[in-house]
């Protein structure tokens, strides 16, 4: 009887862990699927998992859960990082090898830096500057471990903006999508020119002295003229520099293409016009 008993129990347990171990695997396998197609979920957040893209959806946001507050100083641009009670943000993932990528832009969107501050404080990131006197925008690219959040456009001031020179955002569409910049040429490819459909990046560049700039091929930024809506998008696998994306609205766009060739890391800008859907 106990014999019996005993081979029961066995049988059970067996077939439980059997059950844990395919449903873990499922949920793994579940997490990986959708960590590769978006590293935003519909409505604008980003999510934790892996991903090729994160931004913001000028459609869809949803509440970010990390107020981000930008102040520039004499030498050094600040930025401040606080969850909705007011306690700053300390817990935050390896985002492409940074804990904090700062994309900063001026008014006409001619002025672009991609920094990485270093941490000085709780929730506390400063980097050094050069930026002239103007308005600018900023967009902290995070990844926070427990917190829901998005990037959005952060204003800030550097001296006096009224001194600054008066700029228009009016961009016009490149009639060429072909680039130079300290001797290297890069071509863009796009697969489409249509919004809310997916769209390909190819971008065409000598690839003998292509090396990988925090973790990939490449790196691409998108804005849109009014510099409201934010795309970080990185390559589709690891040794192409071939991008997907998606813009869900018409309009124009500027896109910067960064590329660590010769040991050096050039942004190369490109606007381009979406269509409406057809």
């Known amino acids: 009887m106990k014999k019996s008993i005993m081979t029961a129990v066995l049988y059970v347990a067996v077939v439980l862990g059997g059950f844990a171990a395919y449903d873990e695997w499922v949920v793994e396998k579940q997490q990986v699927a959708v960590g590769n197609q978006h590293g935003m979920n519909e409505h604008g957040a980003q999510t934790h998992e892996s991903s090729h893209e994160h931004g913001s959806d000028p459609l869809h946001d949803v509440q970010s859960e990390v107020n ?5 100083e004499q030498e050094e641009v600040v930025i401040n990082l606080e969850d909705k009670a007011g306690n700053p943000v300390t817990e935050l993932e390896i985002n492409h090898e940074k804990i904090l990528h700062l994309i900063m832009v001026d008014e006409s969107l001619q002025k672009y830096d991609h920094v990485h501050p270093e941490q000085t404080g709780k929730g506390e990131f400063r980097v050094p500057h050069s930026l002239k006197e103007g308005s600018y925008k900023a967009f902290v ?3 926070p471990k427990h917190l829901a959040y998005h990037v959005t456009p952060v204003p800030f001031t550097v001296g006096n903006p009224e001194a600054a020179e008066d700029h228009d955002h009016g961009l016009l569409p490149d009639s060429t999508l072909t680039r130079q910049v300290d001797g290297e040429t890069v071509t863009l490819l796009m697969s489409s020119l249509q919004a809310n459909e997916p769209v390909m990046l190819n971008f065409e560049l000598d690839q003998t002295n292509l ?26 696998n690891e040794k192409q520099p071939i991008f997907e994306t998606r813009f869900s609205q018409p309009g ?3 896109i910067w293409a960064e590329f660590k060739q010769n040991g050096k890391v050039r942004a190369f800008p490109f606007v381009v016009e979406i269509k409406g859907e057809k």
């Open 211 to 236: 090396t990988p700039y925090l973790g990939a091929m490449g790196h691409v930024v998108i804005l849109d003229e009014k510099a409201q809506h934010f795309l970080h998008v990185h390559p589709s």
């Open 252 to 254: 124009i766009y500027k």
């Open 68 to 72: 981000v507050s930008v102040r520039a």
């Open 141 to 143: 690219d995070i990844k």
